[in-house]
DNA sequence: CGAGTTTGACCAGCGC
DNA sequence: GCGCTGGTCAAACTCG
């Protein structure tokens, strides 16, 4: 969860174009290969039907490889992007690490200050994150989207309910979890609905388990 | 009767 | 300092 450090991003662009060209070479080869039979009406026609298809495939082939070189050329970019904007995130964790050495951190609102889908997560909340990878020092953070009617998560594990509360901007409440096994096990889990789509549950966990799954047939329909 | 849930009160951080 | 807000506590309540 979480862990994806991976700053390369691999992807196979290449769109069957090989293949593709493979298999129209063959056929190419096919249609050059056909006895000649002068004087034959139904020959000439498949031989026009024949170059028209080659014409056609060819058209085709070039508009994919050309979609390939657009790809290639986007990604490209987005890779750069990427590797600048993560070099200026561990800049940004390195420098604010170093400087709040001598304040304390807060206590709450580290993580769970915004809610929504992943996509619109905030930069703030990123860095958060990472500073959270940074330091172990903390409970690891986790964050799940599920679709679900009922505020009931089928995550393999007890909780207990100790709290429902109101939350700003949401018309329906948090809800508030320890697991079953504390205080011995030290994670929580809080369960909202979210605000964008009211069929999606937001559940955060907080920490880890220090124990086996109890009900380990219960599978987590997440949407991550 | 014990375990779990509900819900109002309380506490602490944060912004103004 | 004050009000707002999120998180937690604990008494009352429910359910098997
Ligand atoms: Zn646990």
């Known amino acids: 969860m979480g862990s994806n ?46 170059s028209q298809i ?75 994150c990472a500073k959270e990878e940074v330091r172990e020092t903390r409970p690891r953070i986790s964050r799940m989207y599920i679709r679900s009617d009922g505020l009931v998560v089928r995550d393999g594990y007890h909780w207990r309910k100790y709290g429902q509360k109101v939350i700003r901007d949401n018309p329906y409440p948090r809800a508030y979890f320890r697991c079953s096994f504390a205080p011995v096990c030290p994670v929580k889990k809080k369960v909202q609905r979210c605000t964008e789509d009211h069929s999606v549950l937001v559940v955060t966990y907080e920490g880890e388990h220090n124990h086996v799954q109890p009900l380990p047939g219960d599978s987590l329909n997440c949407l991550r």
Request: net charge positive; with cysteine; proline share 3%.
């Open 54 to 128: 080659e014409a056609e495939m060819l058209d085709e082939m070039n508009r994919v490889v050309a979609e390939n070189r657009r790809l290639s050329k986007m990604l490209a970019a987005i890779s750069e992007r990427h590797r600048a904007l993560r070099a200026q995130v561990l800049e940004m964790i390195n420098s604010t690490s170093s400087s709040s050495s001598t304040k304390p951190a807060p206590k709450r609102r580290n993580c769970d200050g915004s809610l929504g889908y992943p996509q619109s997560v905030n930069a703030s909340y990123k860095v958060n």
């Open 5 to 50: 450090n991976g700053s390369s991003i691999c992807l196979d662009l290449s769109i069957g174009t090989l293949q593709f060209s493979n298999s129209c070479m063959k056929q190419h080869n096919k249609i050059n290969k056909l006895p000649l039979i002068h004087g034959s009406t139904k020959m000439e026609e498949q031989e026009i039907y024949s």
